[in-house]
Structure formats: C-alpha cells, structure tokens
Nanobody, 120 residues
Framework: VQLQASGGGLVQEGDSLRLSCTAS????????VGWFRQAPGKERELLGS????????NYEKSVMGRFTISRDTAKNTVYLHMNSLKRDDTAVYYC??????????????WGQGTLVTVSS
C-alpha cells in the first residue's frame, strides 16, 4: 500500500489546517489508519488513529480536543483536522496504516510526511 500525505504548509498560531492521506495500491477500508508527527530534535509521536470499520477514533492526550481524524472511504482518504495550532505543533506529519488493529497504531506502512510550520 502507498500513502500520500498532503496539506502541510506555513500557518500562524491559532490557525486551522487539514492534512490528507490517500491510500493506493490496495484497499485499506478495513485497516487502522492514523497520524504521527516528528518535531525537530524529538522522537516520532503518535497523534491518533481511526479504524475504518466503525470509524472508531483514538487520540493521544497531547492533541485531544484540538485535533480530529476523519475518513472518506470512497476516496480511500483519511484527514487530520488541526485547530488552534501552536508553535509546538511544528513538525513533519506522517500518516500510517496497520494491517490489523494492535490496540495502538504502530505504523506497518508509512507515507512520506508533510511539513507543518506554525509561526507566531
């Protein structure tokens, strides 16, 4: 499966941004999909995931209430909606897919990443 992430860019604090991740190569309609990010000098951080079947979502505490994940099964696309962006949200954002639900997204397949820069 190939994942194409897009939508990153330069925004200001308090802005909103939506990232997209489109899967191709095979259907991921029943697979868990989610988002990670890696800020400069920091480890990669899980943000949240959505299970295609049932649309159940999970979020890490660091983004709960500000970020939401949704999906469009017809387009094989998952979105990360980010609100009230802060400078600390500056990072490369990656989408990932797992073959099965492990209880927490771990990333069996990865997209190439899209850079989000939040300025003051």
């Amino acid at each position: 499966v190939q994942l194409q992430a897009s939508g990153g860019g330069l925004v200001q604090e308090g802005d909103s941004l939506r990232l997209s991740c489109t899967a191709s190569g095979r259907s991921v309609r029943n697979d868990p999909v989610g988002w990670f990010r890696q800020a400069p000098g920091k480890e990669r951080e899980l943000l949240g995931s959505i299970r295609w079947k049932g649309g159940f979502t999970n979020y890490e505490k660091s983004v709960m209430g500000r970020f939401t994940i949704s999906r469009d099964t017809a387009k094989n696309t998952v979105y990360l909606h980010m609100n009230s962006l802060k400078r600390d949200d500056t990072a490369v954002y990656y989408c990932a897919v797992d073959r099965v639900w492990y209880g927490r997204l771990r990333g069996d397949y990865w997209g190439q990443g899209t850079l989000v820069t939040v300025s003051s």
